[in-house]
């Protein structure tokens, strides 16, 4: 289903009574996928929540993919959708709707991490320790060496520089991954660092 499609008659204004006039004037404060979560959290409309799936599965699946694999962002990918149905009610007017989405992800996928004993998220070794398994060789393109470089940063490293691509804020980055501001500046800047050297290697 395209976007176009899925938002056909979404955003229908009713003035039939005072309580759909109060929802239109709250809702049209917010951005189209807030409007849409509102609208799939008070109405349960498949039509808004295929459209908030059209709009955020590629970011959200890419950014799991560069944390882990293709398998294990797959089915994270899923369940972050599921929760997303479960736990509509939760979602709040003034949330930003992207950033409600990765937090569900990132905690998806640290359980997931914690529950097949793959990494210590907690250690000290996921944000100092790049790692030597890239090859940025003559034959990829443009795109698969960025993601390549990506993937061969420190978990946390990676986690602070991938959300910072996806457009968040400083702020938002803090409140996804549950740390102060400052501590999000300095593993953008280790990302940087690391990436330089990276590139640097002979």
Known sequence: MSIGASLQGIFRRSASTSDSTKHTATTNSLGLSERLMVQYRDTQSDQALSSLFDLHSNKLYYFLLVMSDAATAEDIAQKVWVTVIEKRHQFVNADNFQAWLFTIARRALIDEFRRNARIDYDSDAVSKAPSDNIDIGET???????????????????????????????????????????????????????????????
């Not at 390549?148 to 702020?171: D, I, N, T």
Request: hydrophobic share 35%; glycine share 2%.
């Open 140 to 202: 990829l393109t443009k795109s698969e060496a960025i993601h390549s470089l990506l993937c061969a940063l420190p978990l946390k490293q990676k986690e602070a520089l991938s959300l910072q691509l996806e457009g968040f804020s400083l702020e938002q980055i803090s409140a996804i991954c549950h740390v102060p501001r400052e501590t999000i500046k300095t593993r953008l800047r280790y990302a940087r660092e690391t990436l330089k050297k990276m590139t640097e290697r002979d």
